[in-house]
């Protein structure tokens, strides 16, 4: 059994004004000091994102690090082939998806009808425990190009005027694969792949975090379907203005990958926006994903998410393939 590393001088730099930070002085490979582990949990949550370079993990040892802040969920909700032994193992490569899905999958993709949404999204909100921390690993990336961004959602939701604040934290939306700004619906593959494993959640609109209480707006353009009970112009209206508020640069922090870099972000309260500037490049980007259990979010007057199809994200997960 490998020793626990004893607790390490680690160094917390924040990089950006809403979010984001650095941290070296640590090897995350190995088992981490109790304190140690508080330590990132606290930047974590404080930063919403965090950066740690130059680091050694494979498969096994990004799962262990990534358990040392609560049990992992399966790979993916759609991915029935995470590599041989590692079922927590999400493999992020385009090259996949193209294999699974059509060669014009990506370029589906990315015909959105927001022109300021590209793919911005908080990872698998359309289930009703969405995952609580994510856990991304760079394997090979490109020597230009490939940045991921993040944005601080409770940045978001503090720059919202009083009157907006009260306004949504009343409000319920609906979260589902294949949404109509997701641009998944427009690959019949995939849309056969969604519909063979339904998952739809309500989501407050504004979620109240589990550990530090601060609220955070909870919409994503990647999986937001709608605004319940309100009509479809009413919901697009208010999505737009939320849409706008969340991708407001002054939220977001840019990071530069390397072989070894690994981010660790607070899925309860940031959302992600995947590079969209290496399609033209031939080019390789492989990274490594791993998600930590979600518990089901709660609104400001205390009401839960709500299940409407499919079951709650975790370990158990097996995925239908019926294409
Ligand atoms: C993800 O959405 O989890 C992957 C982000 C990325 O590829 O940069």
Redesign the pocket.
């Known amino acids: 059994m490998t020793a626990l590393q004893e607790a390490p001088t680690i160094v917390i730099r924040p990089v950006a004004g809403h979010i984001g930070a650095d941290i070296s002085g640590v090897d995350i490979a190995g088992p981490l000091a109790p304190e140690t582990v508080q330590q990132i949990k606290d930047a974590l949550h404080k930063y919403k994102v965090i950066f740690f370079r130059d680091q050694q993990l494979g498969h096994a040892s990004q799962i262990a690090f990534g358990r040392q802040f609560g049990p992992l969920t399966y790979a993916h909700p759609h991915d029935e082939a995470p590599p041989d032994g590692y079922a927590e193992i999400f493999t992020?490569d385009p090259r996949r998806y193209e294999k699974r899905y059509g060669d014009d999958f990506r370029k589906q993709v990315r015909r959105r009808r927001y022109s300021y949404f590209t793919g911005w999204?908080t990872?698998v909100t359309a289930a009703v425990n969405p995952p609580a921390v994510?856990i991304?690993r760079a394997d090979v990336v490109p020597e230009i190009g490939g940045d991921?961004q993040w944005t601080n959602l409770q940045a978001a939701y503090e720059g919202l005027s009083p009157a907006v604040q009260a306004f949504v934290d009343g409000l319920r939306a609906e979260h589902r694969y294949g949404g109509p700004d997701s641009g998944l619906s427009r690959n019949a593959t995939y849309s056969k792949r969604i519909e063979d494993n339904l998952l739809v959640a309500i989501h407050p609109v504004v979620r109240v975090h589990p550990v530090t209480g601060a609220k955070g707006l909870f919409v994503n353009p990647g999986f937001t379907s709608h605004i319940v009970d309100v009509s479809a112009s009413e919901s697009k209206a208010i999505l737009d203005l939320l849409y706008s508020e969340i991708t407001r640069p002054e939220y977001t922090v840019r990071f530069r990958w390397a072989p070894g870099s690994v981010a660790v972000w607070d899925n309860r309260a940031t959302s992600?926006l995947?590079?969209t500037d290496i399609e033209h490049l031939d080019v390789q980007r492989t990274?490594h994903?791993v998600t930590v259990i979600g518990d089901v979010p709660v609104g400001p007057d205390g009401r839960e998410s709500e299940l409407v199809a499919g079951k709650p994200f975790t370990d158990k997960h097996v995925v239908v393939v019926d294409d």
Request: charged fraction near 20%.
């Open positions: 992020v999204h990872d994510s991304l991921t992600h995947a590079p990274l994903r």
